[in-house]
C-alpha cells in the first residue's frame, strides 16, 4: 500500500501536470479574448478543480480556499453568468500564478506569500461576488464507500426518453480518488437508474491487477433528462473513463416521438458504436486464424500520448550502461584488429551490428531525457507579466519553437538564467512608451522567445524590439567603473560584450527588476555552466538580441584527443579556434618564462599543458609540438602546447567528483575505448587561472 | 565510528587482511567490494603524493590511494603482483593499492585492541584498532573515513 508520503509526492506531480494545462489553457484564452473555446475554459476548471480536490485530501487549507474561489469564477464564466473582459483575464491570469505558488509553498512546506494570495483572493471575491458562493465555506469531506445498494431516490416517473449509459473507468479514475458509486448516486437523483455490473472483463483474482480495472456499468436511466445532465455528471472523469451515453428507445412500447435532432444524435452514436464492438470482435477471430492482423491498439482518447513517469536516476543508469556497452565494444574491435582477423570476417561485421545497435540505444535512451522546453516558455510569461506590472511598459512575449527538445537537466538550469533575461530586456532593451512612439513603434514591445535546433546545438533567442544598445553610454560606464582602460579602441561587438563584464550594471538608477547587483555576468556564467555560449548582437532603433547556443546533453561531448607528457586527455571542441605546427619563428619568449606565438598578426600566449599539469617532460620540447588555439567565452586567446592531436570523437561525460573532489583545469573525465580514464580539460578555468597569476601559471594550481 | 571496533562488539566479524610492507592491516569485509590486480592508472594534475590516479572501474572514475604511501611507510612502486581493494564508503568508491590480499580472517572481540597512545606518529590517526590474531601477528584495523581521499581534512 503506498504511504502517504508517496500519495503526497504524486499528488505534486499531478499537480504540475494540471498547472501546465492550466497555463496552456489560460494562455488560449489570453490570446483571444473575445472568441475563445468554451472547451478551454473547461479544461481550465477541470485543471483546478482537480488540484483543489487533491488539496483538500492532504489537508492543504490555503490552497483549497483559493482554488475554490478561483474555481467560483471560472464557473461563473463557463455558464455564463460572468462575461469575459479584460480585467478578468488578467485576473484569472494572476490568479493561476498564486495558485502555482501555492502548490509550490505546499510542497515544499514554506509559507505561501499571504500578500500576494490576499490581493488576488479579493479580486477573485469581487468577482464571485453576487453568485451567493462566496460565503459557504469549503470544506472537504473524505466520501465515506458506502456498500448498501443504491436506491434511487428520484421521483418515479418513468416518462420521458431512456438514456443507456455505459461506464467503463479506467485505472486512473481510482487513482485520483474518484469514487464511481458516487456518480451512479448522481445519476439515480436525476431519475430512475436501472444499474448492471458488467463483469465480462473482470479478471480472475489470480491476474487480479488494481490499475487496470475490469468492471464495467452498464445504467439506463428514465426521465426526462438532458443528456447534458448525464454528461455533467461524468465531467472530471471523461478522459480517465469510457463514458458512452446514448438516447435508447423509451421504456413502454409505446413510442414516443423522439425530436429530430435526437434522433440524429442517436444515429450518430449508435454508428460510432458500431466499429467499436467489431474491433472488440476481432481479436477472438484472429486467435484462431494464425497471421490474421492484430487488433489495432485501443486508442487513448482524445489524442493524447501515453506517458509514464520514471525516476531519473534509472535513466541516468541506462545511459551509463549504454556508455559502457559503448566502450566495451570499441575494446572487442580493438582486440579483434590485434588478432588480424579479416575486416570482412563474421566477427568484425557482426561488431559492427553491435556498434549501430548500441548508438541507436544511445540515442533512444538520450531521447528519453530530452523534454521540450515549453514549461520554461510557460515561465517566462508570468515573469514577463510580473515585469511589466512593476515597470509599467507595455509588452507581450512571443514564443517560438517551444517544443524544442533539451536535456532535463539542461531545462531546469536554464529558467534562472532565461528569467533574468526577459527582465532585463523589458527592463533596459524595451524604451519608455513616449520613446517608442517618437520612434514610430507600436507602444506594446514585443520580446521574441525563440528555441530550436541547429548543427547539434539549440539555439535559444531572447529579442526585444526596443532601441538596441547606447553604446556610447556603455562605453562611458565601462570607462567610469574602470571596466576598460580610458580610450580602448573597441569594436562595437566589444562594447556589447562589456555588458557580460561583471560589475556592469547600465541602469543609473537600480530598479527592483534588473540591476541588483547581478548583471548578465551571472547569466554567462550559469549558461557556461551548462557547456554553452551566450552572445549579444544588437541592431541601433530596431532591438537587442542574446543567444545563446546549448549543447543537447551534458552526458556526451565532442572533443580532441590530445596527448602530452604520456597522458591523454580530451579538450572540448567548442573551444578550439584552430590547430598549428608553429614555425620556431613564430614564438617568442617574454619575461622570463612566459612565451607567445605570433598567428594572424595577434600575439598569443602559449600555456604548456605538460607544465600546467605538472606533467614528466618525455618528448620533445614544445616548439616541435602541436599549437591547439583556444578561445574562451570571454573572448581571451590561448596557445595550448601539446605533443600530439591523436583524434576527434564524442566523448561520454564521467565526473570525477563522484569519487574524488574537483581537480584544477579538469572538468570532468571520460573513458577511451581501450577502457583508461581519459581527462576532460576545463578551458575556461585554464585560462582564468593562467591570467590571474603572472607567474607561470602552474604555481597557483599545485593543489 | 567507520572503525571494527565499533562494529563487532559482541560479534564475530570478517575481515580482509593485507600487508604494506612489513606490517599486516585489515579492513572490515562489509566495505570490500571487490579486489582486483593492479592496472596502470590515468594521473591526476597536482593531486597529493598517495593518489595514484584514476581507473575506469565499470563506467565509474575511481581514484587510487597508495596506502602505503598515505600511512607514511613509502611510495610504492605497483606491479601486476600488487592488488587494488575497491571499498565503498558513504557512498565514495576508492581504491587501495596494496601488496597481496593474504587471507580473510573471523575475529571476535576479544581480539580487539585499543590502539596504544604514541606521540608523534601520524598513522595511528589511521589505525581504529588492533586485532591479536592466535598465530601471533598483529592487524591493524583501519579508519577508512581519514583514508578516503575526501575525507575530513585531507582534502587540499
Redesign the interface.
Given at each position: 500500500m503506498a504511504s502517504l508520503d508517496t500519495l503526497r509526492v504524486s499528488f505534486f506531480q499531478e499537480c504540475e501536470d494540471l498547472l501546465d494545462r492550466l497555463a496552456d489553457g489560460l494562455r488560449q484564452l489570453a490570446a483571444d479574448p473575445v472568441n475563445y473555446d468554451i472547451e478551454t475554459v473547461h479544461a481550465v476548471f477541470r485543471a483546478v478543480h482537480s488540484i483543489k480536490g487533491g488539496g483538500g485530501a492532504f489537508g492543504l487549507d490555503d490552497l483549497v480556499g483559493f482554488a475554490h474561489l478561483y474555481e467560483t469564477v471560472l464557473d461563473g464564466l463557463r455558464t455564463g453568468r460572468t462575461v469575459m473582459e479584460d480585467a478578468l483575464m488578467q485576473t484569472l491570469l494572476r490568479a493561476g500564478d498564486v495558485l502555482a505558488d501555492l502548490v509550490t509553498a505546499a510542497r515544499d512546506g514554506v509559507p505561501p506569500p499571504a500578500e500576494l494570495t490576499a490581493r488576488v483572493a479579493t479580486e477573485l471575491e469581487q468577482l464571485a461576488g453576487g453568485h451567493g458562493d462566496k460565503d459557504e465555506s469549503f470544506a472537504f469531506e473524505p466520501m465515506m464507500l458506502s456498500l448498501d445498494p443504491i436506491e434511487a431516490e428520484a421521483p418515479s416517473v418513468s416518462d420521458g426518453p431512456r438514456h443507456d449509459i455505459y461506464f467503463a473507468p479506467q485505472g486512473e479514475l481510482y487513482v485520483t480518488g474518484n469514487e464511481p458509486a458516487g456518480m451512479i448516486l448522481a445519476l439515480s437523483r436525476l431519475g430512475t437508474v436501472q444499474v448492471e455490473a458488467d463483469l465480462s472483463e473482470v479478471r480472475p483474482l489470480a491476474d487480479f491487477s488494481p490499475e487496470q480495472p475490469g468492471l464495467r456499468w452498464r445504467i439506463t436511466l428514465d426521465g426526462c433528462i438532458e443528456t447534458a445532465e448525464i454528461e455533467r455528471v461524468f465531467e472530471f472523469v471523461e478522459d480517465i473513463a469510457q463514458v458512452r451515453i446514448n438516447l435508447g428507445p423509451p421504456p413502454s412500447q409505446e413510442e414516443e416521438p423522439t425530436s429530430p435532432a435526437e434522433a440524429v444524435e442517436e444515429a450518430g452514436v449508435a454508428a460510432q458504436i458500431q466499429p467499436t464492438a467489431e474491433i472488440l470482435a476481432l481479436p477472438l477471430a484472429a486467435a484462431g486464424a494464425r497471421g490474421a492482423p492484430a487488433a489495432p491498439p485501443p486508442v487513448a482518447q482524445d489524442g493524447a500520448v501515453a506517458t509514464i513517469r520514471v525516476n531519473l536516476a534509472r535513466v541516468d543508469k541506462l545511459i551509463?550502461?549504454i556508455?559502457?556497452l559503448v566502450?566495451m565494444e570499441a575494446m572487442l574491435s580493438q582486440v579483434i584488429a590485434k588478432a588480424g582477423l579479416d575486416s570482412n570476417s563474421e566477427a568484425a561485421s557482426g561488431l559492427d551490428r553491435i556498434r549501430q545497435l548500441a548508438g541507436e540505444i544511445q540515442e533512444s535512451v538520450m531521447a528519453i531525457r530530452a523534454q521540450p522546453l515549453r514549461p520554461v516558455f510557460q515561465r517566462m510569461e508570468r515573469i514577463l507579466r510580473e515585469v511589466t506590472e512593476a515597470t509599467g511598459k507595455k509588452a507581450r512575449l512571443v514564443t517560438v519553437g517551444e517544443a524544442t527538445e533539451v536535456d532535463k537537466t539542461v531545462i531546469e538550469r536554464l529558467i534562472d538564467p532565461l528569467t533574468h533575461m526577459i527582465r532585463n530586456s523589458v527592463d533596459h532593451g524595451l524604451e519608455s512608451a513616449a520613446a517608442r512612439q517618437a520612434a514610430g513603434k507600436p507602444v506594446e514591445g514585443t520580446i521574441t522567445l525563440s528555441a530550436a535546433h541547429r548543427s547539434g546545438r539549440v539555439i535559444i533567442e531572447v529579442a526585444d524590439d526596443g532601441g538596441g544598445i547606447d553604446r556610447p553610454r556603455v562605453r562611458d560606464i565601462a570607462e567610469r567603473k574602470g571596466l576598460i582602460p580610458t580610450g580602448a579602441v573597441l569594436g562595437p561587438s566589444d562594447i556589447d560584450s562589456l555588458l557580460f563584464l561583471p560589475g556592469f550594471s547600465s541602469k543609473t538608477e537600480v530598479s527592483a527588476i534588473s540591476g541588483r547587483g547581478v548583471g548578465l555576468d551571472v547569466v554567462r556564467r550559469e549558461i557556461q555552466a551548462l557547456g554553452g555560449r551566450v552572445s549579444i548582437s544588437s541592431v541601433d532603433g530596431a532591438g537587442t538580441t542574446f543567444t545563446i547556443a546549448l549543447p543537447l546533453t551534458l552526458a556526451v561531448l565532442e572533443g580532441m584527443l590530445l596527448e602530452f607528457g604520456g597522458?591523454t586527455m580530451v579538450l572540448p571542441l567548442s573551444s578550439i579556434v584552430e590547430t598549428l605546427s608553429p614555425a620556431s619563428s613564430t614564438i617568442h619568449a617574454l619575461g622570463r618564462s612566459n612565451r607567445v606565438v605570433l598567428n594572424r598578426g595577434e600575439l598569443i600566449p602559449i600555456l604548456d599543458l605538460v607544465e600546467?599539469?605538472?606533467?614528466p617532460r618525455l618528448g620533445d620540447p614544445p616548439e616541435q609540438g602541436v599549437l591547439v588555439i583556444i578561445v574562451t567565452d570571454a573572448g581571451t586567446r590561448a596557445a595550448l602546447a601539446v605533443d600530439r592531436i591523436l583524434d576527434q570523437r564524442q566523448v561520454v561525460i564521467?565526473?570525477?567528483e563522484?569519487?574524488?573532489?574537483a581537480?584544477?583545469?579538469?572538468s570532468a573525465?571520460t573513458?577511451l575505448g581501450d577502457?583508461?580514464?581519459?581527462?576532460i580539460i576545463d578551458p575556461e578555468e585554464l585560462v582564468r587561472s593562467a591570467r590571474s597569476e603572472h607567474a607561470p601559471p602552474l604555481l597557483s594550481?599545485?593543489? | 565510528m567507520l572503525g571494527i571496533s565499533a562494529d563487532i562488539q559482541g560479534s564475530r566479524r570478517e575481515v580482509v587482511a593485507f600487508r604494506l610492507g612489513e606490517q599486516d592491516f585489515c579492513i572490515d569485509i562489509g566495505y570490500v567490494r571487490e579486489i582486483r590486480g593492479w592496472t596502470p592508472t590515468t594521473v591526476i594534475p597536482h593531486a597529493e603524493p598517495h593518489i595514484k590516479g584514476v581507473i575506469n572501474l565499470r563506467g565509474s572514475v575511481v581514484a587510487v590511494v597508495d596506502l602505503s604511501a598515505r600511512l607514511s611507510l613509502g611510495e610504492t612502486t605497483p606491479s601486476p603482483r600488487h592488488v587494488v581493494i575497491i571499498v565503498s564508503v558513504n557512498n565514495q568508491i576508492v581504491g587501495l593499492l596494496a601488496e597481496v590480499v593474504s587471507d580473510i580472517l573471523s575475529v571476535t572481540p576479544d581480539m580487539v585492541k585499543p590502539v596504544p597512545e604514541q606521540v608523534g606518529e601520524g598513522s595511528q590517526d589511521f589505525i581504529s584498532a588492533i586485532m591479536t590474531m592466535p598465530d601471533g601477528r598483529m592487524l591493524r584495523a583501519l579508519e577508512l573515513t581519514h583514508i578516503l581521499p575526501m575525507g575530513s581534512g585531507i582534502v587540499p
Open positions: 551509463n550502461l556508455g559502457e566502450i597522458q600546467v599539469f605538472d606533467l564521467k565526473s570525477i563522484d569519487n574524488y573532489h581537480v584544477p583545469g579538469i573525465a573513458i577502457g583508461h580514464v581519459a581527462l594550481m599545485k593543489g | -
